[in-house]
């Protein structure tokens, strides 16, 4: 999912947005040198079959070949001792066997999805850069899907734009699900259009999609932002095909997955949405979605600073006459609401504590602490039989003790946050993008899931030269946006 320049996200995930949408393929033998075998993981975020869930972070505004803002991904690896700035790889459009060229501010890496879309039993990373020129197509934008393997990501293929003449920025959002049925994983694509494109599963290295579906979205083109600046996939029926969340500045619209394409079912909410997140929050069987509202108008009365929004699936797909909402004032929910704080810019749901229940991480990039503005703040709000609720509710920021860094002006921490379980103990680890840290270096942190929730104990923090992007001068904004945020 793509943001506005101000850097909020929604990212995306979104689950830019994925949420646990991917089909996953298990069981697969990967021979190895030497005649060895090992079974891949099927893990969607597990781009080299280790069995470890890995972290995908877009740096959009890195030097890549020579040319500033061409933009770069960061992989960093899963292992038993969890996420560290050592075990990672870089991929641009400068790296081999990857399509195109890094050419000045294309932003390669703007938006990021994954998921196991050739069915190998890897997982692989889909990259929107809809600031790309195509030809002559100023914006017209470009989507490349980077292939896992036994290596990690490699090489690279291309998803052609089917109507490059009719809209721009094509790949400013993206999902992953099974939106048909047939038990392979689709991708979904939007541009400043209101067509979204469905490309079918199976995918190939050497053929990309294996069909495509158009979907005239009912969202408001000439808008800004326009088009769909959101998407994300979840079953909120529970019938086992993924649905279709599309969200624009006019609104949200949910689409019913079906075996001949997504088919309208109901709008979720009006106005646009920051962030958009998915997961069985009281783990009745249904997807629940959630729609960050970071920018409010003075006619809003939920909150000033942004809030979430919870809209509940049921047998009939989502049910907007059973919501629930969350902001800086709800009981159990620390801190206090306050004008422009974007909270709920940023979403992602997982498993902190190991309850079975998803758990959900709420990010306000422009949150003022003390005297430092827009040096932002994370929430992580706690799912159960009932729901999510306030209670419980806990809070972070570079001032809170056993996080590194301290809170300064414009870092914009939680301008990402994503939630996955990087070591295997069964508890879903938080990382939190401050692309502003460092005059827009940025930085990336990754606190502990424990049975208490998330920990600061052992957290470990590392910015854009630890990870081997350099700024030459520029603006590298590694921590920007993560895959599955």
Known sequence: MSRPHHKH???PGVLGATALAAVLAGGLLITLPGGASAAASGLADDFNGDGYRDLATGAPGAVAGGKAKAGAVVVNYGSSSGISAARRKITSQSSSGVPGASETSDRFGTELANGDLNNDGYGDLVVGTPLEDVGGDVDGGSVTILWGGSSGL???????????????????????????????????????GKDVWVFKGGFTRSEGAAGKLRLDAQIESGAYPKGAVRLAAGDFDNDGTDDLVVGSSAGNFVYRGTSTGPVLQTGAGTGYAGALVVADFDRDGHDD???????????????????????????????????????????????????????????????????????????????????????????????????????????????????????????MFGGAVHLADHNKDGRADLSVGAAGENSDDGAVWVLRGSTGGVTATGAVSFGASSVGIGNSGDDPMFGDIMSGS
């Not at 052609?160 to 003449?165: E, R």
């Not at 049925?181 to 979904?188: F, P, Q, W």
């Not at 503005?373 to 039989?385: D, F, K, S, Y």
């Open 9 to 11: 996200s929604r990212r």
């Open 154 to 192: 490699s090489g690279g293929t291309t998803i052609s734009d089917p109507n490059a003449s009719g809209h721009d920025r094509f790949g400013q959002s993206l999902a992953v699900g099974d939106f048909t049925g047939d038990g392979k994983a689709d991708l979904a694509v939007g541009s400043t």
């Open 289 to 411: 979605l959630v729609v960050g509202s970071d920018f409010v108008s003075v006619t809003d009365q939920a909150a000033k600073g942004g809030y979430v929004t919870v809209f509940h699936g049921g047998t009939a797909g989502v049910d907007t006459t059973r919501s629930a909402v969350f902001s800086q004032d709800t009981e159990g929910v620390p801190g206090a609401d306050e004008s422009d704080d974007s909270f709920g810019g940023a979403l992602a749901a997982g498993d902190v504590n190991g309850d079975g229940y998803p758990d959900l991480a709420v990010g306000a990039a422009f949150e003022t602490v003390g005297s430092a503005t827009r040096t932002g703040n994370v929430w992580v709000l706690r799912g159960g039989a009932s729901g999510l609720t306030g209670t419980g509710g806990q809070s972070f920021n570079q001032g809170t003790s056993g996080v590194p860094g301290a809170n300064e002006s414009s870092d």
